[in-house]
Structure formats: structure tokens, C-alpha cells
């Protein structure tokens, strides 16, 4: 009887520098790519399909979508900073879409600074 079926493989295609969200630095990355192989007794003969890439933090191995190559430390740095309600005054962390004292939407905000 011949077992034949797919796995998923995955394979460091190319190995880059990004900005880690996590360890807030720059640091070394690897670029997965995930695809579906053909195997024959279990064993990956070739592959047949790529399911898609990931990016990998070779410091803290946390996965990212390949995206994160696109992230710099400003970026970063600019989507996490406190923001400052225009109508109180209020210091809102950068997560909270609304002002945590006057509950005036942060969008208001960004239509004002602009
Ligand atoms: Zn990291
Ligand atoms: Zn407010």
C-alpha cells in the first residue's frame, strides 16, 4: 500500500533586519515561507503549493505578517506614543480609541491635528 498525502513545511527563504515590536530594537529576522508538500510514506517530496510567508524575530521568535519589514522604529514609535485629547486635555494611551475622561473619539482627534 503506498501512503501518499500533504504536509505543511516550512523554510527559511531569506534572512533580513526589521524593527521587533516587541524587543523595541532593531534586530536580525528570519522570512518563512509555509507551503504544502507532497509526501509520499510521510516523508516531503516537493512542494505544491505556498500557503504564504511569516516573518521571525531571531531574538524573541515571536511571528509577524510580512508587513512588519515595512515597520520603522518612527512608525512604531509614532502608532504607540500617548495621545493628547484635544477637548480636555486628557493623556490617552496610544491603544484607546476614544478619551478615557471626556470619551470624545480619538478620530476627532487626528481630523484635528491635520
Ligand atoms: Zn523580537
Ligand atoms: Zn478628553
Given at each position: 500500500m503506498i501512503i501518499w498525502g500533504s504536509t505543511g513545511k516550512e523554510k527559511t527563504v531569506d534572512s533580513s533586519e526589521f524593527f521587533c515590536p516587541k524587543c523595541r530594537e532593531e534586530t536580525g529576522c528570519s522570512i518563512v515561507r509555509v507551503s504544502r508538500y507532497f509526501t509520499l510514506y510521510f516523508i516531503p517530496l516537493f512542494p505544491l503549493e505556498t500557503l504564504g510567508e511569516y516573518v521571525r524575530c531571531d531574538d524573541c521568535q515571536s511571528e509577524y505578517s510580512?508587513?512588519?519589514?515595512?515597520?520603522t522604529r518612527e512608525e512604531f514609535e509614532k502608532a504607540t506614543a500617548p495621545w493628547t485629547c484635544t477637548g480636555c486635555g486628557n493623556k490617552n494611551a496610544?491603544?484607546?480609541?476614544?478619551?478615557?475622561?471626556?470619551?470624545?473619539?480619538?478620530s476627532d482627534v487626528d481630523i484635528f491635528l491635520e
Open positions: 510580512p508587513d512588519v519589514l515595512d515597520l496610544s491603544g484607546c480609541d476614544s478619551c478615557l475622561s471626556c470619551k470624545r473619539p480619538r
